[in-house]
């Protein structure tokens, strides 16, 4: 699993009334997600861990923390899979830190 998401800086977004469009250049495919999926997406900015990022949905919508880690979990297993988020390099752990 990803720690710490990151936007691939290779594709194309815009948030328009709450949702994000997304185009990936690989493929020209459009992605659009929902208000609670973009809010993930604007969190995915490789400094924030999937449990700071399920917090935030989880205040956000007032739903169970366990609730939203799962929902994110998938969430950044699905749009990895795509290419469209990768593992930030910055907040990668050195080697026996």
């Known amino acids: 699993m990803n ?5 691939n800086p290779r594709v194309a977004w815009r948030e328009i009334d ?12 459009v ?8 809010l993930m997406w604007a969190n995915a900015d490789g400094k924030h ?3 700071e ?20 979990d998938e969430l950044i297993e699905v749009l990895s ?5 990768q593992a930030s390099k910055s907040a990668e752990v050195p080697v026996g830190a």
């Open 31 to 38: 992605h659009e997600l929902n208000e609670t999926a973009s």
């Open 53 to 72: 990022i399920a917090g935030v949905i989880a205040a956000r919508y007032e739903v169970e923390l366990r609730e939203a880690k799962a929902d994110v």
């Open 18 to 29: 709450g949702e994000t469009v997304i185009i990936s250049p690989a493929d020209s495919q």
């Open 49 to 51: 861990s999937v449990d």
């Open 3 to 7: 720690p710490f998401p990151e936007r």
């Open 81 to 85: 899979a795509k290419g469209l988020l």
